[in-house]
């Protein structure tokens, strides 16, 4: 069974909202445009859960392709110099992105 697009925005959305009792994703502050891992505002990994159980599984972690020039990336050593040189070399090439 695919999700159709709406179907995936709203879950998204429901998720990002929080519900009753729950607190909302929303930015306290204006420091960026959206909540990233590690900040008060980062969904706790049982909201992921139920967000992975909502889209059958569906649901994935992906590593920016720019990890490899960085120590680690979501707690995970991730920093490999000759993947950084590869990476840094195609950055501006769009079919390499």
């Not at 999700?3 to 925005?9: A, G, K, P, Q």
């Not at 392709?65 to 995970?76: L, Y």
């Not at 050593?77 to 390499?96: E, Q």
């Amino acid at each position: 069974m695919r999700l159709s697009f709406s179907l995936l925005s709203a879950l998204i959305a429901v998720a990002a909202a929080g519900g009753p009792g729950r607190p909302s994703l929303a930015r306290r502050d204006n420091a960026t445009c959206k909540c990233l891992p590690g900040e008060g505002c980062w969904p706790e990994a049982a909201r992921w859960t139920g967000l992975r159980q909502a889209v059958q599984g569906r649901l994935y972690s992906v590593v920016p392709a720019g990890a490899v020039c960085f120590p680690s990336f979501n707690n995970v050593s991730t920093a490999d110099a000759a993947k950084c040189t590869s990476v840094k070399a195609n950055w501006t090439n769009p079919n390499w992105m």
